[in-house]
């Protein structure tokens, strides 16, 4: 599984050009699948997930290859609408490709994406939200079989805004029958890319961004490829380097950012003491003092703090002067962090979905384990503060989601090692 050897106490400083979004990109990919056409995407994160997610689409008959950064997906020759159980478990994203499947064959054979660390990751709302355009679900064997035999667009209120469920009910509306209203929809960044890839496919989406999408469904239209399309940057990798740099009370400077996406982050950070200027293409932080502890911090879906950059803030809290309290509302258990964040000396307590942290003068390092994504990053930006070694075992987790992670730390003078 990989690990991480840090050595910490140093502070960073430097500049990082931040990577293009993983979660902007898998559900881009997927809706390749709606045309039949060369597909061109630069700045897809050189990433494991983006190569799972592009065996898929070669399994399903498509032609995707990497080139950098630039990914090209021919996906004229897609005759499969049954997406491999394995890879199916690879990542529980691949849920996405539901929507883009019945969009193209008004069928679609998955398997249940199956739970993973930080919760069940279960898929009623796309399920729910898809009967209502007619889909006939069946279950057996851990499949779920999807047939449509009239794809028609509906008006669909989410009990929950699902970025996933968004995406999916997005995508499936596009070659319906008709109009889909999507009600308390996702209203993430990366929901406003893939409306706008599709968009430029030929799609008639309006509203991502907003808690109520509309999409004017053509069934009889042919959608053509977008032969030239860059997904925004990783908004989520952006937050944990400033993260990285304000634990180890240094600074950097942040390229290829999108300003707005990071406003939620950008405020808690200022809130803690960090100095923050911002340009038009350029984030810097500065974090020369004593950070203050957060009475409150509360993920939430976007516009509120992201789910995503909890488990680094937590690191970053356990070092910061007073108590802090952290509330997890979006998933039911993403707090695996917090037992190897105490082995390096962090004072956390949990209490159901609150961990109550007291911020202690220095971390020390210790052989830990990540268990989850962003769980690795927490445990990753705490080692950089850490007086000593610490061993962080369970790379493979935090490669998922960020491209180059030690070559951007050494860059900005961390000492890492990766053994594989
Ligand atoms: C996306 O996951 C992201 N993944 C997650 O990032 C992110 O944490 C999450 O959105 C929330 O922002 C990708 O985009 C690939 P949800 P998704 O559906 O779509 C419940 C990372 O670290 N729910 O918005 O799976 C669910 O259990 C990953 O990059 C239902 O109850 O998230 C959860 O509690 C982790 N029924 C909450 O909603 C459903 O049918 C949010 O899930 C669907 C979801």
């Known amino acids: 599984m990989g690990a991480y050897i840090i050595t910490g106490g140093r502070s960073l400083c430097g500049e990082i050009s931040v990577q293009g979004s993983k979660n902007s990109s898998l559900p881009i990919l997927a809706s390749t699948l709606l045309n039949a056409g060369k597909n061109a995407i630069k ?22 290859t990497k080139k950098g950064n630039l990914l090209e997906v021919d996906s004229s020759g897609v005759d499969n609408w049954e997406v491999p159980e394995d890879m199916m478990r690879e990542m529980r994203s691949s849920i996405v490709l539901m929507g883009a499947l019945l969009g193209r064959f008004k069928k679609v054979r998955v398997s249940y994406p199956g739970g993973c660390e930080i919760g069940p990751r279960p898929i009623d709302l796309h399920l729910k939200g898809l009967a209502l355009m007619g889909v006939v679900l069946k279950e057996k064997h851990g499949f779920i079989y999807a047939e449509a035999p009239v794809l028609k667009g509906a008006d669909i209120h989410l009990d929950f805004p699902s970025v996933g469920a968004t995406e999916n009910l997005m995508m499936a509306g596009v070659l319906a029958e008709g109009k889909t209203i999507i009600r308390n929809a996702a209203k993430e960044p990366e929901i406003v890319d893939l409306q706008n890839f599709l968009n430029r496919m030929g799609a008639q989406i309006k509203g991502a961004g907003t808690d109520t999408i509309k999409i004017n469904g053509c069934a009889s239209c042919e959608l053509k490829a977008v032969d030239d399309y860059t997904v925004i940057p990783d908004r989520i990798a952006a937050g944990t380097y400033l993260v990285a740099a304000a634990i180890t009370r240094g600074q950097v400077t942040l390229k290829n950012v999108v300003r707005e996406h990071m406003e939620p982050i950008l405020a808690k950070l200022r809130e803690m003491g960090c100095k923050l200027e911002c340009g038009e293409d350029y984030i810097y932080l500065k974090a020369d003092t004593d950070l203050k502890s957060l009475d409150s911090l509360r993920t ?85 503060a850490a007086e000593g070694k610490t061993t962080v075992i369970g790379s493979g987790h935090v490669e998922r989601g960020y491209e180059k992670l030690e070559e951007n730390l050494l860059s900005i003078g961390a000492e890492i090692v990766k053994k594989d």
Do not use: C, W
């Open 300 to 384: 939430l879906p976007y516009p509120g703090f992201p789910t995503d950059m909890q488990a680094p803030m937590m690191a970053l809290l356990s070092t910061a002067e007073g108590t802090s309290i952290l509330t997890e509302t979006v998933f039911e258990n993403r707090f695996k962090h917090a037992e190897e964040l105490r082995r390096m000396g962090a004072n956390i307590t949990i209490n159901g979905n609150t961990a109550i942290i007291k911020g202690v003068r220095k971390l020390t390092g210790a052989m830990v384990e990540a268990k989850d994504l962003r769980a690795g990053a927490a445990l990753v930006v705490a080692a950089l």
């Open 43 to 64: 700045d897809v994160p050189d990433l494991r997930d983006i190569k799972v997610m592009t065996d898929i689409l070669n399994n399903l008959g498509a032609k995707a």
